[in-house]
């Protein structure tokens, strides 16, 4: 309804000017619609409503403008790094280098300018027209032997970087071979010796032409009086003839050809005994037990201790006895002492090269101190284990043939009297030395010695004690043997 009442009216406005004004205050009045220039946009306040009637609409007050922020001046980066030779032909120059380690972040970086002179000259001229985005560039159309000094200039927004220099002039020169050092594979760990011992070190390298060679430990120059070098075409030898502990460190051989180099590192490390132990006392006497504690040595022979041997001693005998070796704690409790010795006790500390050759000893001793018990034991009352006897294993009938001897067995227990009786007639060995009678253990044993064939019938084993008496009994019977027959022809004959 009300952009209804907006375009009709704007419509008579432009047919009727005369009539505009009445119908506008009109619709004013009855709030039903604005004019088109003063229609309120949609979402407005109703603080910006239309005025009454009669009133001109207020204009708005123009807000007054900020003063801008002025930027931050830009500024330069730092030098770039690490710049060295790449590679180099008989007219060409490679080099390399990384980014500056400080880069401003409203100014960045857009590129680097690589300069070159002449040595003993400053007439620096960039080689690049254009700035290289690149951490590497090759410097071209050079003259075979000329010496160039070469350096490298960060440029952003804020202007260019302090330049980064290589130190020694570059000989503009094809190399033939790159030098490197072949380190033996055991030298690339902690090369170990004893104090007295000899170090003889082969070093293999390459590089053409000839390379010099020189030699640092601790970032210093060798002492001649301590270790000989010896260079070949091929090889390096670091030789000492007697090692002592001021030859471990970090020894460096340098490989150079030319502006290119090679190095390695070797770490030598000199051992030897360590010291004693620094103090060593009793903490406590218990029982059979005493305890002890002791420190480190102050001397650990250059490298680590692997532990402690502890010794004692009785008053009596002042022998020494082992008791506790490669012990890796500064305390230990010892135990199962004699009861009324009085002990010393030593300790020596051992490390890669052995075990020291002096100790530390307790000053004080150690008294096992003997306590008076009195025993009583209580009496002994011994156990009566007879019993009535009884058969574990009875007899078992068996055959046997004319002329081979056999056995009956059986078991009993209760410790009894043993009879042997054949058809209920008792056999005694001392009368028929046939039968041979044998009790081990509980153990019965009748033997029959080449039974004829009459020595068949029913045996008993009679077990007989105070208690009782028991029986067990068997059959025995005899074969005739069975011939061939031709031995029954030879009998007939």
Not at 114 to 138: F, H, M, P, Q
Not at 153 to 167: C, D, E, K, Q
Not at 270 to 278: F, S
Request: with cysteine; net charge negative; hydrophobic share 35%.
């Amino acid at each position: 309804m009300t952009l209804g009442v907006a375009a009709e009216t704007a419509t008579m406005s432009n047919a009727a000017p005369a009539e505009a004004a009445p119908a506008e205050a009109t619709s004013t009045a009855e709030g039903e619609a604005l004019p088109a220039e003063t229609a309120p946009a949609e979402g407005k306040a109703p603080a910006e409503a239309a005025p009454a009637e009669g009133e001109a609409p207020a204009e708005p007050a123009p807000e007054e403008p900020k003063a801008p922020t002025p930027p931050p001046p830009d500024e330069p980066t730092s030098e770039p790094l690490e710049v060295t030779v790449e590679d180099k032909s008989d007219s060409s120059v490679t080099i390399t280098w990384r980014p500056p380690k400080t880069i401003p972040a409203n100014s960045g970086l857009d590129g680097y300018t690589v300069e070159i002179t002449k040595e003993g000259t400053e007439d620096w001229k960039a080689v690049n027209e254009d700035l290289t985005v690149s951490c590497r560039y090759a410097i071209k159309n050079q003259t075979t032997g000329d010496r160039l000094l070469v350096r490298v200039v960060a440029v952003n927004s804020g202007g260019r970087s302090p330049p980064a220099t290589i130190a020694d002039p570059i000989l503009v020169k094809e190399v033939g071979a790159r030098p490197k050092v072949r380190l033996p594979r055991f030298l690339r760990q902690r090369y170990v010796k004893k104090v007295g011992e000899k170090i003889n070190l082969v070093i293999p390298f390459s590089g053409k032409p000839k390379p010099v060679v020189t030699w640092l430990k601790d970032g210093e120059p060798l002492d001649p009086k301590r270790a000989n070098i010896r260079t070949s075409d091929t090889d390096s030898i670091l030789f000492v003839r007697q090692a002592e502990r001021v030859d471990s460190g970090s020894y460096e051989m340098c490989v150079k050809v030319e502006d290119f180099e090679d190095k390695a590192a070797i770490i030598i490390q000199i051992i030897e005994l360590p010291g004693p132990p620094a103090s060593i006392k009793v903490a406590d006497v218990w029982g059979f037990n005493v305890a002890l504690e002791w420190t480190a040595p102050k001397d650990n022979g250059n490298t680590e201790i692997t532990g402690y041997t502890v010794q004692k001693a009785d008053k009596k005998t002042g022998d020494w006895f082992n008791i506790l070796e490669h012990y890796t704690r500064l305390n230990a409790t010892i135990s199962d002492l004699i009861m009324g010795n009085t002990y010393t006790f030593r300790i020596f500390a051992e490390n890669k090269c052995g075990l020291s050759e002096e100790c530390a000893r307790t000053k004080e001793e150690a008294t096992i101190v003997k306590e008076v018990i009195d025993y009583k034991p209580t009496p002994f009352v011994e156990r009566d284990f007879t019993e009535a006897p009884k058969f574990t294993t009875v007899l078992n009938d068996r055959s046997t043939t004319v002329g081979y001897s056999t056995k009956l067995l059986c078991s009993v227990r209760g410790s009894p009297k043993i009879m042997w009786m054949k058809n209920k007639m008792i056999l005694n060995n001392m009368d028929n030395p046939k039968y041979r009678m044998i009790s081990t253990g509980g153990i019965c044993t009748l033997e029959i010695r080449k039974p004829g064939q009459y020595d068949g019938g029913e045996y008993v084993c009679r077990a007989e004690n105070q208690l009782g008496k028991v029986d067990t009994g068997c059959k025995l019977e005899v074969k005739k043997p069975v011939y061939a027959d031709a031995d029954k022809d030879k009998e007939a004959e």
